[in-house]
């Protein structure tokens, strides 16, 4: 019997602006699909001229200039477009979908399907079955105790994937499936017997219990802040907001 973690998966990231999912605009994404672990990935990326200034904060981090972008970028909205179908045809293909701090990625590009094409994720996925694995998610789960950062970098570390070309959206997409390859193996005693539906249910259940936990720290530190619970996409904020 092969377990989900040993089958084929899709992973999606993007790189942007900068951190806010109502504001800031995609510049770069890619989908990278492996069919066997240590497989040779089929890699699909796509570069954005935003259409928006580039901070020099988001630059230092992903590399992509203003002029760069403003040269080599297509636009927006047939961007927005092909990213949408092309995660729906790994849903439709029941490929798992690894997503690393889901709710950024997938609500940014949402929120850029409502901005450039009058469109939501959820009408390019309303006839196939969403399976998001986020490794920020599981891993925080199953290994709660665990001091220290969890970023991409810090997973990698730790699941001793190699991480080429951090910021790179297909190189982050790829190490992210690789850690949710490793969370499989190393937790195979208590993910093996739940299908990856079930798995998409439960992350939705521990993210919204990690929200209230570090919540409630931020409270006890003296620095309340707001976070948000929902998993793997968050709900649009009302237009007075």
Not at 63 to 77: F, I, K, V
Not at 96 to 109: G, Q
Not at 144 to 151: D, H, I, L, N, S
Not at 207 to 236: C, I, K, M, N, T
């Amino acid at each position: 019997m092969t377990h989900w973690f040993d089958g084929p998966l899709a992973a999606f990231d993007t790189e942007t602006t900068g951190v806010d999912v109502e504001a800031d605009r995609i510049v770069s994404a890619a989908v990278v699909v492996q069919d066997t672990p240590g497989g040779r990935p089929r890699i699909t990326r796509w570069l954005v001229n935003p259409g928006v200034p580039v901070p020099p904060a988001a630059t230092e981090v992903h590399g992509l200039t203003e002029d760069h972008l403003q040269r080599n970028g297509r636009w927006p909205a047939p961007v927005m477009e092909e990213i949408a179908r092309s995660l729906a045809e790994q849903c439709a293909a029941s490929r798992p979908l690894v997503v690393m701090n889901a709710p950024f990625d997938l609500t940014i590009l949402d929120r850029e399907l409502r901005r450039h094409r009058a469109s939501s994720l959820a009408r390019y996925l309303a006839n196939v079955p969403l399976c998001v694995l986020d490794p920020r998610v599981l891993d925080k789960h199953l290994d709660r105790y665990r001091k220290g950062r969890r970023t991409l970098t810090d997973l990698c570390a730790q699941y001793e994937v190699t991480l080429d070309g951090a910021h790179d959206a297909a190189a982050d997409a790829l190490a992210a499936m690789e850690v949710v390859r490793a969370v499989g193996r190393r937790f195979a005693s208590r993910l093996d017997r739940l299908s990856v539906a079930e798995l998409h249910t439960l992350q939705a259940v521990w993210h919204a219990a990690q929200a209230r936990g570090l919540q409630a720290w931020f409270a006890r530190s003296g620095a309340p802040e707001p976070v948000d619970p929902a998993w793997p996409l968050r709900p649009e904020m009302p237009a007075a907001a």
